[in-house]
């Protein structure tokens, strides 16, 4: 037999406990009734035997011996009688007797038969009894009163006697009044027998029932279940260490639930086997993209200035910029470089778009505005001519904001052209950072034909000008709030005071506790220039 922790083994204890509780309760059913229909004609027997007595009886001479004590010939051949009757029909006893009924627990003797197997002494005419036990006064009643047969005499048992059941009938004289009542006991001398071998038999059928029945179920659980689920167990394991699809189909034609999961588990092996080859190469697909993306996000970030102080023989500015991609590639870029001797450049702009994408155009966009932007050279006639530039080679359809700027730093004359990008913020010397708003023009590769005015301030030494790029302001935390214009200014002007060095880090550092652990959706990407000294000569 299979072990418990098996499927067989289990449900063959199912089984075995089903056919256990089975065969109990139908005993113990059959026991019940098989029981209350051998009472029920014991019982019947009882008033069989109490209707034949009463023929026998001449209840108008009761009262006389009653009265009298005395007995005569009438009444030894009615005693005799009912000996012959008792002893005839095996009953235990047949009495005659008067009820009181003033209380209906008293009761007088008339006749008293004894079987004479059992031993007992007879009670004599006149004998009176005031043992009738309170259960039984309801029937006393009943028979006296309303002339009823007995209702709760069915049965009893005595350690004396054993299994007795017993009648009672009213014994009515010639003019119709109940004058005593009749009894019967019989003792049921078959019942226990006829129990214990009732028991006996349901045991042992039930038991030979269910040895067959367990017989031909594991038989058929065998076959039809286990041996099937067995081969697919070993199957599986086959597979599981293999990763491999079976060669030969698997040997089970049936064509219930176990035959569908043999069917299912080959197109599964199947089905997984393909998967796990896609996903190899998926996965080593995967791997050179990420390797290509890793280079590409060295090489932008190679593109853009990262070594600070980036001017450290030139004392008249101190510049400081930082860029961080939402992905591995942006599209944000920032630009710093010396014009001629005496004019510095500063470019900040936006692609459109994430990705490997607007990390190319971008790149076409910064070498675009860094080869156009010469001494001299209005900006306004830069930005026209790398428009149309962009236009040209923009078949995905992408456009650039950007704002880019050119200090004179010896007179301090700051020339600058905005493409529908943020406003900066200029700090005064001792002063705080406030927005400096002026006009955006229309953003770049967005449509041929535009020009672009250029715009000019002058800064003293000591100024600031920080400019920045949609990400920081948009940048946005779980509850889907906005970092917004109004925290940057708060964070701004708090630490107007601070070198380029060390004003973006803290801010980048407000970004980041603002966010907390919501995903980044854009490059954030930032630029500040003091101007600290006028150039000489």
Not at 207 to 220: K, N, Q, T
Not at 514 to 529: E, K, N, R
Request: glycine letters at 8%; proline letters at 3%; hydrophobic letters at 40%.
């Amino acid at each position: 037999m299979e072990k418990v922790t098996g499927i067989a083994g289990k449900l063959t204890l199912g089984v075995i406990a089903f056919g256990l509780l089975l065969g109990i309760v139908c005993s113990l059913v059959g026991y019940r009734e098989f029981t209350a229909v051998l009472e029920q004609q014991y019982n019947d027997s009882a008033y069989e035997i109490a209707q034949a007595a009463i023929t026998l009886l001449n209840p108008d001479k009761f009262e006389q011996y009653l009265e009298t004590g005395e007995t005569d010939e009438e009444y030894f051949e009615i005693q005799e009688r009912l000996d012959a009757l008792v002893n005839a029909t095996n009953a235990t006893l047949i009495y005659v007797e008067r009820v009181d009924t003033s209380d209906f627990q008293t009761v007088t003797y008339i006749y008293d038969s004894v079987n004479e197997s059992t031993g007992f002494s007879r009670y004599p005419l006149g004998y009176t009894d005031k043992g009738v036990a309170d259960k039984y006064v309801g029937n006393m009643k009943n028979i006296v009163l309303k002339g009823e047969r007995a209702t709760e005499y069915l049965y009893y048992y005595s350690e004396e006697s054993g299994a007795h059941t017993t009648a009672g009938l009213p014994v009515y004289d010639s003019s119709g009044r109940i004058v005593a009542v009749i009894g019967v006991e019989k003792a049921m001398t078959r019942l226990e027998a006829a129990r214990n071998a009732y028991v006996l038999h349901v045991i042992l059928w039930t038991f030979a029932a269910m040895i067959l029945f367990i017989f031909v179920y594991s038989m058929i659980l065998r076959r039809g279940v286990i041996k099937p689920l067995k081969t697919l167990t070993k199957e599986a394991e086959r597979f599981a260490e293999t990763n491999l699809p079976s060669k030969e189909p698997i040997n089970i034609t049936q064509k219930d639930e176990v035959g569908i999961l043999a069917r299912a588990v080959e197109k599964m092996e199947t089905d997984i086997a393909k998967y796990t080859e896609n996903l190899t190469a998926v996965t080593a697909e995967k791997e050179r993209v990420n390797t290509e993306l890793s280079v590409a996000t060295r090489i932008q970030a190679n593109m853009l200035p990262s070594i600070f102080p980036a001017f450290p023989d030139r004392e008249e500015f101190d510049i400081f910029a930082t860029m961080n991609p939402a992905k591995e590639v942006g599209g944000d870029f920032y630009d710093f470089f010396m014009v001629d001797e005496r004019h510095l450049a500063i470019v900040m702009a936006d692609v459109s778009g994430k990705g490997v994408p607007a990390a190319l155009f971008m790149v076409i966009g910064k070498t675009l505005i860094k080869d156009h932007t010469q001494p001299g050279k209005d900006l306004g006639s830069v930005f026209t001519e790398v428009n149309e530039l962009l236009c040209e080679s923009n078949s995905e359809g992408l456009f650039i904001t950007a704002f880019e700027g050119v200090l004179d730093l010896a007179s301090g004359e700051f020339r600058f052209v905005n493409a529908g990008h943020e406003i900066p913020y200029i700090c005064k010397r001792d002063g705080k950072f406030e927005p400096h708003k002026i006009r955006a023009g229309f953003v770049l590769a967005g449509m041929e034909g535009m020009r672009y005015k250029c715009g000019e301030m002058r800064l003293e030494v000591g100024d600031k000008i920080f400019q920045y790029t949609d990400g920081v302001t948009e940048a946005t935390n779980a509850q889907m709030e906005l970092y917004g214009m109004g925290r940057l200014a708060a964070i701004l002007g708090k630490n107007s005071a601070l070198p380029p060095g060390e004003l973006l880090p803290l801010i980048k550092e407000d970004i980041d506790s603002f966010v907390g652990d919501a995903p980044q959706f854009d490059d954030i990407t930032m630029l500040c220039l003091e101007y600290r000294a006028r150039m000489e000569g």
